[in-house]
């Protein structure tokens, strides 16, 4: 079978650059574009992280395209106290081979959006400020994508509010477009990504899988696992990110709902709530499939399987 044309829409942030290594190195995939925007760390560091990765995994090929620097209506809020200062605090990749492509993410996104000649998956896993200017600046386009499988959100509890997962906290109007888009889509929240946790046993079979594997457990372990103790209490920290990577590669690996959600934008105490209708108390109609459960291991395997195949 043909791979998969994906574009990823990052905020580098180490789950991020997991989730980059994993979709560059699956064999189901076929990375066409990596756009940028400003999330867990300002856009000029999530550009930069970016483009250290696709480096380092030798895709020098795949366009970058930096995106919004800030989210559609607010202020940036930003999260470096999970992922250091830099974005990718300790971890130690080499200085970017290549710059960022021309076209700015909108533009990158429409121009790999018209020219495939089958529909492209767009993965999702930061803010969607680009993603959602994007859909309303080329409505003519959506017709050439084939669903979105994205990460935020979450049915139960949030993780930068007691109501709000943090890519949909950050830019609540943006979401609310992407979800309200029509298109299919998977919303892969914390109720699934949290099941991804590395500690020691996934640790030790990453290391043991060459250069990647080794850089994953670094980005796994370094900043990222002290600071998911710290705020959390955590024992191991869960790469959330790389979960609609591996969703995309074998969907069969979570088990969904097809829900109504609906994104809260101005509640004083839940700004960015995913509200799902688990009930269908709304009346409305579904528009999401939502991650409500993860096999762990086989995620483990997929994400083991890829890097092996890396061949860096
Ligand atoms: C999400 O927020 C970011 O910090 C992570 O990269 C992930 O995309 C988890 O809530
Ligand atoms: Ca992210």
């Given at each position: 079978m043909m791979p998969e044309p994906v574009i990823l829409d990052v905020d580098p942030g180490y789950d991020d650059a997991i989730a980059m290594m994993l979709a560059c190195s699956a064999p189901e995939l076929d990375v066409r574009a990596v756009t940028t925007v400003a999330g867990n760390v300002a856009l000029e560091k999530t550009t930069r992280n970016a483009l250290k990765i696709l480096s380092f995994t030798k895709r020098a090929k795949i366009p970058v395209g930096a995106g919004a620097a800030s989210p559609l209506v607010r202020t940036l809020r930003t999260s470096e106290h999970i992922h250091g200062e830099s974005g990718l605090d300790g971890a130690d990749f080499p200085e970017p081979a290549f710059g960022p492509d021309g076209r700015d993410a909108v533009r990158l996104m429409a121009d790999v959006v018209r020219e495939a000649s089958e529909p492209v998956t767009i993965i999702p896993l930061g803010p969607l400020t680009n993603v959602a200017t994007f859909l309303e600046e080329h409505?003519?386009?959506?017709?050439?994508?084939r669903r979105i499988v994205l990460m935020g959100g979450s049915v139960g509890a949030g993780n930068v509010t007691p109501a709000a997962e943090f890519n949909v906290y950050v830019d609540p109007e943006a979401a609310r477009i992407v979800l309200e888009s029509g298109l299919p889509l998977t919303m892969l929240g914390?109720?699934?990504?949290?099941?991804a946790t590395v500690g020691p046993e996934e640790v030790e079979r990453l290391r043991s899988v060459g250069r990647a594997g080794e850089a994953v457990a670094g980005l796994a372990t370094y900043h990222y696992a002290g600071a998911y103790r710290r705020t959390y209490g955590l024992a191991a920290p869960p790469i959330h990110d790389p979960v609609a990577v591996a969703a995309v590669v074998e969907p069969a690996i979570l088990e969904t709902r097809s829900l109504r959600v609906d994104v809260e934008c101005e509640g004083e105490l839940t700004r960015g709530e995913t509200v799902c209708d688990l009930y269908g108390v709304t009346g409305r109609p579904p528009n999401a499939e939502v991650g409500?459960?993860?096999?762990r291991s086989a995620f483990f395997e997929i994400l083991i399987r890829s890097l092996e195949g890396l061949g860096i």
């Open positions: 409505p003519c386009l959506t017709q050439n994508i914390l109720d699934v990504t949290r099941e409500m459960g993860l096999d």
